[in-house]
T-cell receptor
Framework: AQSVAQPEDQVNVAEGNPLTVKCTYSVSGNPYLFWYVQYPNRGLQFLLKYITGDNLVKGSYGFEAEFNKSQTSFHLKKPSALVSDSALYFCAVRPPSGSARQLTFGSGTQLTVLP | GAGVSQTPSNKVTEKGKYVELRCDPISGHTALYWYRQSLGQGPEFLIYFQGTGAADDSGLPNDRFFAVRPEGSVSTLKIQRTERGDSAVYLC????????????FGQGTRLTVV
């Protein structure tokens, strides 16, 4: 069975500074990895995904994530944080094949960007 | 609309009552998912449909929970004899074919059992 760990419940960063939200995963084979963002009282919004190819993937709102197979990690990054980036971020994994299509989510990381 | 639509947005019901939650996926999406999210937690998988059939219902917590998708589009999640522990936000998502396709989520239905 697949699993995702987000080791930090809360990340605080000053506006303009780079941000990193950590994610590690466990799955058999090469995974499909996703990041979603959730604003208060809203559904989840897709940010980016890794399927195959370049380990650095770029997504919406200037976010990017780096896939590291040896460390089984998929950390979310942004070079310069904005106050409006403050939200709850979820990493998710889906196995590469088979009947299991559902995403397995981490517990989430609350990002707060301080002005 | 272009996105996943869920109704109602909020539902308050008494313990023991029956509720139905509706999901209208993005047109053309064959895959549909139901998740449950409790406060401060990540979404928890309930059931996955491919077309009209439930391809994986391993996340349904017990037999009080049931979901249908009779025409391969709209889906209804049904909860019988609701309990206070069922209170959560129920999220629906849809995606196109392909293991790498991202899922698009609706705004959710907040269910409160009193």
């Amino acid at each position: 069975a697949q699993s995702v760990a987000q080791p930090e419940d809360q990340v605080n960063v000053a506006e303009g500074n780079p941000l990193t939200v950590k994610c590690t995963y466990s799955v058999s084979g090469n995974p499909y990895l996703f990041w979603y963002v959730q604003y208060p009282n809203r559904g989840l919004q897709f940010l980016l995904k890794y399927i195959t190819g370049d380990n650095l993937v770029k997504g919406s709102y200037g976010f990017e994530a780096e896939f590291n197979k040896s460390q089984t990690s998929f950390h979310l990054k942004k070079p310069s944080a904005l106050v409006s980036d403050s939200a709850l971020y979820f990493c998710a994994v889906r196995p590469p094949s088979g009947s299991a299509r559902q995403l397995t989510f981490g517990s989430g990381t609350q990002l707060t960007v301080l002005p | 609309g272009a996105g996943v639509s869920q109704t109602p947005s909020n539902k308050v019901t008494e313990k023991g009552k029956y509720v139905e939650l509706r999901c209208d996926p993005i047109s053309g999406h064959t895959a549909l998912y139901w998740y449950r999210q409790s406060l401060g937690q990540g979404p928890e998988f309930l059931i996955y449909f491919q077309g009209t059939g439930a391809a994986d219902d391993s996340g349904l917590p017990n037999d009080r929970f049931f979901a249908v998708r009779p025409e391969g589009s709209v889906s209804t999640l049904k909860i019988q004899r609701t309990e206070r522990g069922d209170s959560a936000v129920y999220l629906c998502a849809s995606s196109s074919q392909g293991q790498g396709a991202e899922a698009f989520f609706g705004q959710g239905t907040r269910l409160t059992v009193v």
